[in-house]
């Protein structure tokens, strides 16, 4: 088994040590799907949803998310993060949902890119939740992740 990072020799967490890694250009791309009726997907479309215009919103509480991965992740470091992407391809059934996260640190921008994602899709639902009781959050995941 491979030796976990994250664990002392005795068991006990830890934050790992990156000092020693050099900074490096990282991006990291994350995906998450909103199944949703067809007929929500119409209503945001035409922003018409009672709680406006949720894929604007969700957007910014998908960026905000990310600028505070290491405040809700408790061994996640703290990351200058250069930009954050969230974008959204409307299907007739589902939201597909993809944030692009890239920084210039020691370590990577993989749980960033994940939290936003995921707080995307919560805001999203929570937006949605008066039209659509169906809905259902899947396939949150890393789709890849890059340094330079």
Same mark, same amino acid.
């Given at each position: 088994?491979?030796?976990?990072?994250?664990?002392?020799?005795?068991?006990?967490?830890?934050? /790992?040590? /990156?000092?020693?890694?050099?900074?490096?250009?990282?991006?990291?791309?994350?995906?998450?799907?909103?199944?949703?009726?067809? +007929?929500? /997907?119409?209503?945001?479309?035409?922003?018409?949803?009672?709680?406006?215009?949720?894929?604007?919103? +969700?957007?910014?509480?998908?960026?905000? +998310?990310?600028?505070?991965?290491?405040?809700?992740?408790?061994?996640?470091?703290?990351?200058?993060?250069?930009?954050?992407?969230?974008?959204?391809?409307?299907?007739?059934?589902?939201?597909?949902?993809? +944030?692009?996260?890239?920084?210039?640190?020691?370590?990577?921008?993989?749980?960033?890119?994940?939290?936003?994602?995921?707080?995307?899709?919560?805001?999203?639902?929570?937006?949605?939740?008066?039209?659509?009781?169906?809905?259902?959050?899947?396939?949150?995941?890393?789709?890849?992740?890059?340094?330079?």
């Amino acid at each position: 088994m491979k030796k976990l990072s994250h664990l002392t020799p005795q068991g006990k967490i830890k934050m /790992v040590d /990156v000092g020693s890694k050099p900074i490096q250009k990282r991006i990291a791309t994350a995906t998450a799907e909103l199944h949703l009726q067809p +007929a929500t /997907v119409r209503l945001l479309k035409k922003k018409a949803l009672p709680k406006g215009d949720a894929l604007t919103c +969700a957007q910014v509480a998908g960026i905000q +998310a990310a600028k505070k991965t290491s405040e809700l992740i408790p061994l996640c470091h703290l990351l200058a993060l250069n930009s954050i992407q969230i974008e959204f391809k409307l299907q007739k059934d589902r939201l597909k949902i993809f +944030a692009i996260v890239s920084c210039q640190e020691k370590t990577g921008a993989e749980m960033e890119a994940l939290t936003a994602v995921a707080i995307t899709a919560l805001t999203l639902y929570d937006m949605t939740k008066a039209v659509d009781k169906t809905m259902k959050v899947t396939n949150l995941r890393l789709l890849a992740k890059e340094k330079f």
